[in-house]
């Protein structure tokens, strides 16, 4: 994954959970090698936040690097995360789409530069048929649908254990921590971390609102001269930073 | 490429293609889950014996009016928290079983780690908290916590009902006099330990639910 990959749908809904454990690893360990620390949040059940912070803090394997990583809970998550998150960290969100919350969480995260990994623990059935009581969770870069046995603790457990094992196979892979050309490429000027693509929908003097990650946000243009409806832009912390030239 | 290069074909950190690594990652990651799920069938059925018998003695704590307090380190803490909080909320005793996990008191943890030392955090609390007929279930993947195996001496010294489990065969707690009941994995992965731990605490949750709900219908 790299920065021009989130303009393609970021949901691998219905994808196997293999395929997808295998892909966010890659982007998470990209993510860590350049700096990033884990949030870790599961409001509904926070030792499950808990567990997966001090998994990636303290390894259980000798040898392997300490990632940095926080499990939050209680009232003053969001505002925590809000005042000590930093772009380019990674919010991982583990729980049900039924989590009002959670979603409030991820479609935050994007405006502030955090990438976002939501551990759904629904079982597959009871998202496809509550459809219209649901949101899918469009604002998180990367879903990971940990429900596929009986029981939804061992299936969570399951599933973030395999993503920290996937994750420092990757380490191994030091070539492939970089990122590629055309994600170097997008890289904001004045503090190296990563934007993300948005598509400009409506300009009004030095502020635009531009859809991202699938939701709509406003940001100031004042950097970029010049903007249309429909093109893209790189957008870092709420400000536009650079115009992507499509026909590159 | 020179005449070795081929047995470290990315040694000089050039490896660009991602698409090999991701189906290497995808197929780790079902073989570790069809590991994960062998590990969990087998142990089920091993533990099957032990775990009724485990459910048996926490469905009577219960019924006395025993309290479950559960307790571990690290990953193991965590699981101690989620046991305690799926005891307390299964079936109709919904809100009404009485579970504490003792990892969770952050101030008094760190105060006796502190003050009296590590080893004796869960032994103090269980010493301050616990009475006879109470249950202590303390959770370690290696088997060999020593604050663990502590809070077991002093919960037996109590007479309370003392449930440990293990991995790595057991660990120290196989031979725990201190323990009425052993739960034990036999894996060297903590992983698939603790996930197999995670199974047997599910289990263990649904007999005592069961058997108390027995009781209700009475």
Same mark, same amino acid.
């Given at each position: 994954m790299n920065a021009l990959d989130t303009t393609s749908p970021p949901l691998s809904v219905g994808g196997d959970l293999a395929n997808d454990l295998a892909i966010t690893a890659l982007e998470l360990a990209r993510r860590i090698a350049v700096g990033a620390t884990l949030w870790c949040v599961a409001p509904a059940?926070?030792?499950?936040?808990?567990?997966?912070?001090?998994?990636?803090?303290?390894?259980?394997?000798?040898?392997?690097?300490?990632?940095?990583?926080?499990a939050l809970e209680g009232p003053a998550t969001r505002t925590a995360l809000r005042a000590a998150a930093r772009p380019g960290d990674v919010l991982v969100l583990l729980g049900s789409v039924r989590e009002p919350e959670l979603h409030a969480l991820a479609r935050r995260a994007a405006p502030w530069g955090l990438t976002t990994l939501w551990f759904v623990t629904d079982a597959d059935t009871d998202i496809d048929a509550?459809?219209?009581?649901?949101?899918?969770?469009?604002?998180?870069?990367?879903?990971?649908?940990?429900?596929?046995?009986?029981d939804p603790w061992v299936d969570l457990v399951l599933a973030y254990h395999l993503l920290w094992e996937l994750t420092h196979v990757v380490f191994e892979h030091p070539g492939l921590l970089q990122p590629s050309a055309a994600a170097a490429s997008e890289v904001c000027v004045t503090c190296a971390d990563e934007g993300r693509v948005a598509e400009v929908q409506q300009l009004a003097d030095d502020e635009a609102s531009v859809r991202c990650g699938g939701v709509t946000e406003s940001v100031a243009t004042g950097l970029v001269d010049d903007l249309v409806a429909g093109e893209l832009v790189l957008v870092h912390a709420g400000v536009a930073i650079a115009r992507i030239d499509e026909a590159s | 490429m020179t005449g070795t290069d081929f047995l470290y074909p990315f040694i000089e950190g050039d490896e660009r293609d991602a698409d090999a690594l991701l189906d290497d990652l995808?197929?780790?990651?079902?073989?570790?889950?069809?590991?994960? =799920?062998?590990? !969990?069938?087998? &142990?089920?059925? @091993?533990?099957?014996?032990? #775990?009724?018998?485990?459910?048996?003695?926490? $469905?009577?704590?219960?019924?006395?009016?025993g309290r479950l307090f559960t307790f571990g380190n690290g990953g193991s803490a965590t699981?101690?928290?989620? =046991?305690?909080? !799926?005891?307390? &909320?299964?079936? @109709?005793?919904?809100?009404? #079983?009485?579970?504490?996990?003792?990892?969770? $008191?952050?101030?008094?943890?760190?105060?006796?780690?502190?003050?009296?030392?590590?080893?004796?955090v869960y032994a103090r609390e269980v010493e301050a908290l616990g009475r006879a007929g109470d249950i202590a279930l303390g959770c370690s993947t290696s088997g060999g916590s020593h604050n663990v195996l502590r809070a077991f001496a002093?919960?037996?010294?109590?007479?309370?009902?003392?449930?440990?489990?293990?991995?790595?065969?057991?660990?120290?707690?196989?031979?725990?006099?201190?323990?009425?009941?052993?739960?034990?994995?036999?894996?060297?992965?903590?992983?698939?330990?603790?996930?197999?731990?995670?199974?047997?605490?599910?289990h263990l949750a649904a007999r005592v639910r069961d058997d108390l709900e027995r009781d209700g219908a009475r």
């Open positions: 059940a926070p030792a499950h936040a808990a567990h997966l912070a001090v998994e990636f803090l303290h390894p259980v394997i000798m040898g392997k690097r300490a990632v940095p990583a926080v509550d459809a219209d009581a649901v949101a899918v969770p469009v604002a998180a870069d990367h879903v990971l649908r940990a429900r596929e046995g009986t | 995808a197929a780790s990651a079902r073989a570790k889950a069809q590991e994960s =799920a062998r590990l !969990r069938e087998e &142990t089920l059925e @091993r533990c099957a014996s032990e #775990l009724a018998h485990t459910a048996m003695a926490m $469905a009577d704590g219960f019924r006395r009016g699981d101690a928290r989620l =046991a305690a909080d !799926r005891f307390r &909320t299964v079936g @109709r005793f919904s809100g009404g #079983l009485p579970t504490l996990c003792l990892s969770d $008191a952050t101030a008094v943890v760190t105060a006796l780690g502190n003050d009296v030392g590590f080893d004796l002093v919960a037996h010294a109590k007479g309370m009902v003392t449930v440990g489990l293990a991995g790595y065969g057991g660990g120290a707690m196989a031979d725990c006099r201190d323990l009425d009941h052993c739960l034990f994995v036999r894996s060297q992965s903590v992983h698939r330990i603790q996930e197999t731990q995670a199974a047997l605490l599910g």
